[in-house]
């Protein structure tokens, strides 16, 4: 479900008119008050993705089992170093409100507050997961959206796990580019195939059918 909806305007990255520009700027700061304002009900979440409010439940039990698969297996890789795995925080960029399925940040958070305390600054996260979810929006989200939306904040990292193209796959997208919303690099991998991170403090973790398995 979209709220405040407001057409993309891709111009922001591509050198706006002033007149324009300020009108992004102002619609910026409506959809941040009223985020901020929002009260949802049980099991629904609010980001906000391009110039859209979007409201979304929490997944189902396949997404929420594969997450679960997934934040056990980051832990452990990642447990004798500075980073760590995160569940269901509020990454934070430029008027922005993105909630990852699992994100990847310093262990101690405090090294990359907001502004207003709200979250963390998108920009000190070093990589992003998320379980693609079914119908058509969803999978557009996170697949379409939710990609230009981490490139545009330089996101090192981001990786779908997508039961949906295919008969699965992992999508791998590293170097960002943030002028011009798109990540530069993209490693697909079927499922049944040793999808491997290939940079980072992830370096090495692999998503593999321990993780996917249906």
Same mark, same amino acid.
């Given at each position: ?5 407001h057409?993309p ?6 050198g706006m008119?002033?007149a ?8 910026d700061? &409506?959809?941040w008050?009223?985020?901020k ?13 391009e ?7 929490t997944g189902?039990?396949?997404h929420?089992? &594969?997450?679960?698969r997934?934040?056990r297996?980051?832990?452990a ?6 980073h760590?795995?995160?569940q269901?925080?509020?990454l934070?960029?430029r008027?922005? &409100?993105?909630?990852p ?12 507050p907001d502004e ?6 998108a920009t000190?996260v ?18 379409e959206r939710k990609?230009?939306?981490?490139a545009?904040?330089g ?11 295919g008969? $699965?796959t ?6 960002p580019d943030?002028?011009k919303?798109v ?9 049944g ?9 992830a370096?090495?973790? &692999?998503? $593999? ?6």
């Amino acid at each position: 479900m979209t709220a405040l909806a407001h057409e993309p305007c891709p111009a922001v990255d591509e050198g706006m008119s002033s007149a324009a520009g300020h009108e992004a700027v102002a619609l910026d700061e &409506v959809l941040w008050q009223a985020w901020k304002a929002m009260e949802l009900p049980e099991g629904y979440r609010a980001e906000i993705i391009e110039e859209f409010i979007e409201v979304s439940p929490t997944g189902r039990r396949r997404h929420t089992v &594969v997450i679960n698969r997934l934040r056990r297996a980051v832990e452990a890789h990642l447990e004798d170093g500075d980073h760590a795995a995160y569940q269901d925080g509020n990454l934070i960029y430029r008027r922005k &409100v993105w909630i990852p399925d699992l994100f990847i940040a310093p262990e101690d958070l405090d090294e990359i507050p907001d502004e207003e305390d709200l979250g963390v600054d998108a920009t000190g996260v070093q990589a992003v997961f998320e379980v693609v979810s079914p119908g058509h929006e969803a999978r557009s989200r996170d697949r379409e959206r939710k990609r230009r939306a981490y490139a545009r904040a330089g996101i090192p990292l981001y990786v779908l796990i997508d039961d949906f193209d295919g008969d $699965g796959t992992v999508v791998i997208l590293t170097a960002p580019d943030p002028g011009k919303a798109v990540y530069t690099d993209e490693h697909r991998v079927p499922y049944g195939t040793d999808a491997v991170i290939p940079d980072g403090p992830a370096k090495g973790f &692999v998503i $593999g059918d321990a993780i996917v398995r249906q």
